[in-house]
């Protein structure tokens, strides 16, 4: 079983609709865990870090579910930019080591 | 504006020609990390030096191997590439390990092993 296990997608979505991705991991101490966007060919950039209380920013929400080992990000009102992969990223105790998941394809149409 | 760069941007090496990546940032930051990612997968740690102390992933083939002279610069080696080298190599940075303490990433350098 992967580390970090996430939906490849890919996720074909109309403008302005509202689309979920849910990652799990396995190790049960993870203590920091995050959403990066990664468009095609170009290098992972934070989107929001995932507190255990949930967070938002503008049309992203996340989540963390401790104890079902799971977190969650809700994009609403999707645009055309939106389109790229969500990497699902969980650090363990300790701080250094970092688990990427492979990523689930979004796409945004008109 | 601070920020993570990396030289060149693409990397034509030859099976077996040892070639050099490198790394910079003016974030200040302690910690730089070394990634491979390839095709459709998920970026895959190789390394990271927490100051001067590096720290080698298990499954990392000696292939590779790593120099932080001074805060701002880090250095990757592949001594001898072969056809399975072939990725997008990333550098990151992170202000200090725990909670939180997320990573910045450079552009990348996308290698090719002909």
């Given at each position: 079983r992967k580390e970090v296990e996430q939906d490849p997608g890919p996720f074909n979505v109309p403008e302005g609709a509202t689309v979920a991705f849910n990652c799990t991991y396995s190790?049960?101490?993870?203590q920091s865990f995050f959403w990066y966007r990664q468009d095609c060919r170009k290098e992972p950039k934070l989107l929001m870090s995932v507190y255990s209380s949930g967070n938002e920013d503008g049309r992203f929400t996340a989540q963390l579910n401790r104890a079902s080992q799971y977190i969650s990000l809700l994009i609403r009102d999707s645009k055309l930019s939106d389109s790229a992969t969500y990497l699902c990223v969980v650090r363990n105790t300790g701080g250094f080591k970092t688990i990427f998941g492979a990523g689930t394809r979004l796409f945004v149409k008109a | 504006d601070a920020m993570v760069i990396q030289n060149p941007r693409y990397q034509v090496t030859q099976f077996g020609k040892p070639v050099t990546l490198s790394c910079s940032q003016t974030l200040n930051h302690n910690v730089m990390y070394w990634y491979q990612q390839k095709s459709s997968q998920a970026p895959k740690l190789l390394f990271h030096y927490y100051d001067k102390d590096f720290n080698n992933e298990a499954d990392t083939p000696d292939n590779f191997q790593s120099r932080r002279p001074n805060t701002s610069f880090c250095f990757l080696d592949i001594r001898s590439p072969g056809l399975g080298d072939a990725a997008m190599y990333l550098c990151a940075t992170s202000r200090?390990?725990?909670?939180?303490?997320e990573q910045f990433f450079g552009p990348g350098t996308r290698l090719t092993v002909l």
């Open positions: 190790n049960s101490a993870s | 200090d390990k725990g909670y939180g303490n």
